[in-house]
C-alpha cells in the first residue's frame, strides 16, 4: 500500500470514526425513548410496592417508572406510574383522589365492577389515532370510600375492546391510604 493511499485510509476512517461517535449515542437514546414495556411481562412483586406521603400505594412493574409531577395528579393525594417513555406514554396507571366538585351523574353511563373488595364503576373509552398520533384506550374506574371518592385511570397505546390482565393486576395492587379514625 503506498503512503498516499495509507493517509487517505486513515482519514476516511477517522472520518467514519468521528460521525459514528457523534450519531450512535443519539441513535441509542431515541431506542430507550420508549422506556420499558407497555404491559407489564411479570406479576406484581411486593418488593417494588411504592408509597406516597399520604399512604397511598401501589406495586411498580419492571421497567416502569413512578411520576413525580404528572398533568393526571389533581391533587395531594395521588400516584401516576407509566413505562417511563422520554416521548410517549405508552402505558400508565394514575390513582386520585376525587375532587370536591366531583359530578356522580358523569358515572350514569359506568359499568358497576368490583376493585380493591369495594363496589366501584367503570368505562372504558377507546381513542382512534391519526397517522401520526396512535390511538389510546383509557379504563376509568371510580370507587367511593366512606364517603371518600377515588378515581383510578388506565391508559394503554393502541385500541384494545378490554385492558390486559397483566396490566389489571398491578391496578388490584392499590391500597388506598389508612382511613382515619374518628
Known amino acids: 500500500m503506498t503512503r498516499r493511499?495509507?493517509?487517505?485510509?486513515?482519514?476516511?476512517?477517522?472520518?467514519?470514526?468521528?460521525?459514528?461517535?457523534?450519531i450512535l449515542p443519539g441513535v441509542q437514546n431515541a431506542r430507550e425513548a420508549n422506556g420499558g414495556p407497555k404491559i407489564p411481562t411479570s406479576p406484581p412483586d411486593e418488593a417494588r410496592r411504592i408509597t406516597n406521603d399520604c399512604g397511598l400505594s401501589i406495586v411498580l412493574p419492571d421497567g416502569w417508572v413512578l411520576r413525580k409531577e404528572s398533568p393526571w395528579?389533581?391533587?395531594?393525594?395521588?400516584?401516576?406510574?407509566?413505562?417511563?417513555?422520554?416521548?410517549?406514554i405508552r402505558s400508565q396507571i394514575a390513582v386520585n383522589e376525587s375532587r370536591s366538585d366531583f359530578d356522580p351523574a358523569q358515572l350514569d353511563d359506568c359499568e358497576e365492577t368490583t376493585l380493591l373488595g369495594l363496589p366501584?364503576?367503570?368505562?372504558?373509552?377507546i381513542d382512534e389515532g391519526t397517522f401520526d398520533d396512535p390511538g389510546?384506550?383509557?379504563?376509568?374506574?371510580?370507587?367511593?370510600?366512606?364517603?371518600?371518592?377515588?378515581?383510578?385511570?388506565?391508559?394503554?397505546?393502541?385500541?384494545?375492546?378490554?385492558?390486559?390482565?397483566?396490566?389489571?393486576?398491578?391496578?388490584?395492587t392499590i391500597q388506598l391510604p389508612p382511613q382515619e379514625s374518628g
Open 120 to 125: 366501584a364503576r367503570r368505562r372504558l373509552t
Open 73 to 88: 395528579c389533581d391533587g395531594d393525594c395521588c400516584i401516576c406510574i407509566n413505562n417511563g417513555g422520554t416521548r410517549r
Open 136 to 172: 389510546y384506550t383509557t379504563l376509568e374506574i371510580f370507587i367511593e370510600r366512606n364517603e371518600q371518592r377515588w378515581t383510578i385511570d388506565l391508559l394503554l397505546q393502541g385500541e384494545y375492546d378490554t385492558i390486559p390482565d397483566e396490566l389489571m393486576q398491578y391496578a388490584e
Open 5 to 22: 493511499a495509507l493517509v487517505e485510509s486513515l482519514v476516511v476512517l477517522s472520518i467514519v470514526g468521528i460521525f459514528a461517535a457523534l
